[in-house]
């Protein structure tokens, strides 16, 4: 089996608070969404998701279908719940917050918001 890339990389694995430490801390940590969403927000990583991501700015044009996605933001415990409409019904995933880090440059390899 061939494996991708990105899948065989050294790869650093943080939460989002050990990636961007807030310059402000009486606003707490790290956030789900900071200050609403537009399409411009996000930067494509190495992955290869722009199918997903594009779906996702879409969605940033109507902010209320956006967070309608949202099911639960538990990130101060190292989760979310998303939820997705497929074939007539909602599925829920729930994933950790883990993000891969390159631990060279310290930047996510992946999708991220242009504003940290």
């Given at each position: 089996?061939?494996?991708?890339?990105?899948?065989?990389?050294?790869?650093?694995?943080?939460?989002?608070e050990e990636i961007y430490v807030p310059q402000d801390t009486s606003k707490g940590g790290a956030m789900m969404m900071k200050d609403g969403f537009s399409p411009g927000d996000v930067k494509q990583g190495?992955?290869?998701?722009?199918?997903?991501?594009?779906?996702?700015?879409?969605?940033?044009?109507?902010?209320?279908?956006?967070?309608?996605?949202?099911?639960?933001?538990?990130?101060?415990?190292?989760?979310?719940?998303?939820?997705?409409?497929?074939?007539?019904?909602?599925?829920?995933?729930?994933?950790?917050?883990?993000?891969?880090?390159?631990?060279?440059?310290?930047?996510?390899?992946?999708?991220?918001?242009?504003?940290?």
């Amino acid at each position: 089996m061939n494996r991708p890339a990105y899948a065989t990389e050294n790869i650093d694995w943080k939460r989002p608070e050990e990636i961007y430490v807030p310059q402000d801390t009486s606003k707490g940590g790290a956030m789900m969404m900071k200050d609403g969403f537009s399409p411009g927000d996000v930067k494509q990583g190495e992955l290869g998701d722009c199918w997903l991501l594009g779906a996702i700015l879409c969605l940033a044009t109507n902010p209320e279908l956006l967070q309608n996605l949202i099911y639960h933001d538990g990130m101060q415990f190292g989760y979310a719940v998303f939820r997705f409409f497929k074939d007539g019904s909602w599925r829920f995933v729930t994933i950790d917050t883990r993000i891969p880090v390159d631990p060279t440059s310290k930047e996510p390899k992946y999708a991220r918001c242009v504003d940290p």
